[in-house]
């Protein structure tokens, strides 16, 4: 059975607040580590996620957008927070506050990614479950996905104009 065919349960899974979550991934976003925490939260052994996409975890109801500024901005060699909703093995989901840096050789080259992620602030969930929702809709609403996604990355651009604060300083006005 594919991953894709794993429904989601509504079920949310939560970890201890003194519990990190933490990856590393190559440049092509495939894991090359996820320490127990990760394991046992998102439902996969060591072995399940070695070499793995990263979008392993990848809840459907997470807009495409939200991970093209995460990309680019890592592709900036810059660092990113963001609340992310991930999917289970088994289908369950569960919230977490990522903080996704480039990790460098001592030449200075990125060679990876490392990811650290933390419980929530719920009330900051709160706030984007319908931000992330006004942008799924934005992207479903296009026959072409990535003009959709495309679209919803827009939106975040604009939003953000017209607070005049970068994606960061949004996240942590939440």
Not at 45 to 64: F, Q, Y
Not at 66 to 90: C, H, M, P, S
Request: aromatic share 10%; glycine share 6%; charged share 25%.
């Amino acid at each position: 059975m594919s991953r894709r065919d794993v429904s989601l349960t509504g079920v949310e899974r939560f970890f201890d607040e003194n519990e990190v979550i933490v990856s590393k991934t190559d440049l092509r976003g495939r894991i090359t580590y996820a320490n127990r925490v990760f394991q046992r939260v998102a439902g996969y052994t060591e072995t399940d996620l070695m070499g793995a996409p990263h979008s392993i975890v990848r809840h459907p109801d997470m807009p495409r957008c939200v991970f093209k500024l995460l990309w680019d901005t890592l592709a900036a060699g810059q660092e990113i927070f963001a609340y992310v909703l991930n999917r289970a093995r088994n289908g369950d989901h569960y919230w977490v506050f990522a903080h996704v840096t480039p990790s460098y050789d001592a030449a200075g080259n990125v060679v990876g990614y490392h990811s650290s992620r933390r419980v929530p602030d719920r009330a900051a969930v709160d706030k984007v479950i319908p931000l992330y929702r006004t942008l799924l809709d934005i992207e479903n609403s296009h026959s072409d996905r990535k003009k959709g996604m495309e679209a919803a990355f827009a939106t975040v651009v604009g939003l953000l104009q017209e607070k005049g604060i970068g994606y960061d300083e949004f996240v942590f006005s939440l």
